[in-house]
C-alpha cells in the first residue's frame, strides 16, 4: 500500500516554511508582528473594528479578534493550513495569536511531523512536561488549556504547539513575555476590582429593580383608574 505520510510531512513542511518565512525572529508570524495595533491587523485581515470584542476595560484595555479565514474570504496564500487565529490586544499592543489549523491539511500527521516543520525556522524544540497553555479564558470560572506538545522561545516570545483534547486539531500558542505578564496583572485586578464593587453594583441593581416595578404599578394604576367600574 502506497505511504502517503512522507507526502503530507513533505507537504506541511513547505506551507509552513513559507508562511513562517526563513529569516524572520519570533516576534514575527506569517506576517503579523507582536506589539501591532488593532487597526493594522485589522487592515491585514480585512475586518471591522466592529469585529473587535473588548475583553477588559480596566485598569487596561484587552481585546480580542477572530480571524475565521473561512468566512474572511482571505487569499488562499495567506490562509494557507490555518482555520483561524485569535488575536490577543493589551493596551493596543498584540501580545497573543491563538493558531488553528485546519484539520484537513493536518490528517494522518502526528505531533513530531508537526514539530518537524516548525523547528527548521524556530530551532530546537523542547518537549515540556505537565506544562499546559491557555487557550481562551472567557470568564472567571472556566478557562480552556490544553497541554504544550512542544516549544520553541526565546528570552522574549515562545511558540506553544497543542493538539485538542476536543477533537484532535493542532494549534499553537504565539506569546510575547512581557506583553502576556502585563495583560495577566490587568486582568487579576480587574477581577479584584469587580469583586469589590459586587455588593454595590447588586444593590444597585436591586433599587433599579425595585423602582421599575413602582414606575410599572403607578402606570397601571393611573390607566386603571380612570376606566374602573365597580
Known sequence: ?????PIAVSFLLIVLSASLCSGQDFSMYRGFQLGSTVESVLKTVGMQRSDVRVVNVRPALI???EW??????????????LRGIRFTFHSDELFKMVVTYDPRETEGLTTADVSE???????TMTVPENVTVV?????STFQDSQQVAALWQ?????????????G????????????????SVAQKESLRLDQLEAPQKELARVKKEEAERKAAQETARAANKVKFRP
Do not use: W
Request: glycine content about 10%; hydrophobic content about 30%; proline content about 3%.
Open 1 to 5: 500500500m502506497f505511504n502517503f505520510r
Open 63 to 65: 481585546e480580542e479578534l
Open 68 to 81: 475565521n479565514t473561512s468566512r474572511s474570504g482571505t487569499r488562499s496564500e495567506m490562509a494557507g493550513s
Open 117 to 123: 516543520a516548525i523547528s527548521p525556522q524556530y530551532g
Open 135 to 139: 487557550i481562551s479564558a472567557d470568564s
Open 154 to 166: 526565546d528570552p522574549h516570545y515562545s511558540y506553544s504547539l497543542y493538539r485538542s483534547t476536543y
Open 168 to 183: 484532535g486539531a493542532f494549534g499553537m500558542v504565539v506569546i510575547s513575555k512581557e506583553g502576556a505578564a502585563k495583560a
